[in-house]
């Protein structure tokens, strides 16, 4: 079954007999004063909302640049360490050609073998001097 379209008119007298909605009332200018709450409130937890992330995130960034520093100091220790035993080498073999310039000398070589000495590179066997406790006599030995 189809209804008719209501007229405009019908419209509005039944619009006009319905029940006006309720108004809320108007607050006065100046609100009452509330009551103490008696009830306890649980404390505030300062680790809640956005401290926590914070905290976490500063620690983390803290860390890594901890780390970072140390790890720059260490590489730095190694490279001075790597610069110092290369010092000392260049020192070394400076010095070992200044002590082959010198007892390469002539009158130095001359002057060792005049009291008995040689340079253990050209010998092929270590010659050692022993004192026997026995008579108190020294006696040459080769080691082999």
Do not use: D, P, Y
């Given at each position: 079954m189809k209804t008719l379209p209501r007229s405009r008119a019908e419209v509005a007298n039944q619009n006009a007999r319905a029940e006006p909605l309720p108004h809320k009332p108007k607050r006065s200018a100046s609100p009452t004063p509330r009551a103490a709450d008696t009830t306890s409130r649980p404390p505030k937890r300062w680790l809640t909302g956005a401290a926590l992330p914070t905290s976490l995130c500063l620690l983390f960034i803290s860390l890594h640049l901890t780390l970072i520093a140390l790890l720059n100091w260490e590489s730095a220790r190694r490279a001075w360490l790597e610069k110092e035993a290369q010092r000392l080498q260049q020192q070394n073999e400076a010095l070992r050609a200044r002590l082959n310039a010198l007892s390469a000398e002539p009158w130095v070589r001359h002057w060792?073998?005049?009291?008995?000495?040689?340079?253990?590179?050209?010998?092929?066997?270590?010659?050692?001097?022993?004192?026997?406790?026995?008579?108190?006599?020294?006696?040459?030995?080769?080691?082999?």
């Open positions: 060792a073998e005049a009291h008995g000495m040689v340079r253990a590179e050209t010998r092929s066997a270590q010659i050692i001097q022993i004192r026997k406790a026995a008579n108190g006599r020294w006696q040459v030995a080769s080691g082999k």
